[in-house]
């Protein structure tokens, strides 16, 4: 897992964490993933200044660890959160993507209100994200005659200095309520990655544009908020003597 990215899940988790484990609030949802990559091609641009160079590869993209957050009012459909995630590609003896690919993401979406096929409140409940990614990169990309190392560290596509990019975000799935406090989650994702950095030496500048779609598997905390105490019925009083 790409550092950028383990470092924005581990802040996420520990922010989260808490809420999580003491306030506890009605429609909370707290996921660890993983994506198996289905996509993987690249197309990649390396220019020197003094040449370019474009090829379109199988970057070899490799499964993807992320956290997701999200959070909803209860009875209402609308859901919206978080997503923290990374992924990185394989270098390869010809022309090749070299690179660890981090993002964080702001999402929203719908969800089943109401479980289907539920037993004893265990059931299915499908949803639908859709979200805008902010996306950096580091590593080295190669054409057939052309090479160059890029970074656009903390860039996350809001520095004019690191460019990194943005990406659009859309994941449709289901989570199977399996116990009562802990859900499985399984959906696909459309990710495609669209990168433009600055090379380590001006003015080399390197683009890609990746498709990081695939199917992602999870675990899910899903705390449920605790009932409130019952209050205890006041003793009725008891009849007085009769004289």
């Known amino acids: 897992m790409p550092r950028t990215a383990f470092i924005a899940a581990s802040l996420a988790l520990l922010a989260c964490a808490p809420v999580a484990a003491v306030a506890a609030p009605p429609g909370l949802h707290l996921e660890l993933y993983r994506v198996s990559v289905t996509g993987g091609d690249a197309d990649v641009t390396v220019d020197t200044g003094a040449a370019r160079e474009s090829v379109r590869i199988d970057s070899g993209a490799n499964n993807d660890f992320g956290v997701r957050l999200l959070a909803w009012a209860p009875g209402m459909p ?30 929203g979406g ?14 299915l409940s499908p949803y639908a994200l859709l979200g ?13 005659s052309l090479t160059a190392h890029f970074d656009s560290e903390a860039g996350f596509g809001l520095s004019p200095s690191k460019p990194g990019g943005v990406a ?3 994941a449709a799935g289901v ?38 779609s695939g199917v992602g598997i999870g ?10 105490p019952s209050a205890s019925p006041s003793p009725s009083p008891s009849p007085s003597p009769a004289p």
Do not use: C
């Open 78 to 107: 609308l859901t919206g959160g978080i997503d923290a995630g990374g992924l990185s590609t394989r270098e390869s003896g010809g022309p090749m993507l070299d690179a660890d690919v981090s993002w964080f993401a702001f999402v």
């Open 110 to 123: 719908l969800r089943a209100v109401q479980p289907w096929f539920a037993r004893n409140g265990h059931g």
């Open 132 to 144: 805008l990614s902010m996306v950096n990169a580091n590593g080295s990309a190669r054409t057939p």
């Open 168 to 170: 659009p975000y859309l």
């Open 175 to 212: 989570v199977w309520n399996a116990f009562d406090q802990v859900a499985v989650t399984l959906d696909y994702r459309v990710q495609r990655f669209d990168v433009d950095a600055d090379g380590f030496l001006s003015p080399e500048r390197v683009s890609f544009d990746l498709d990081a």
């Open 219 to 228: 675990i899910a905390l899903r705390p449920s908020p605790k009932p409130a």
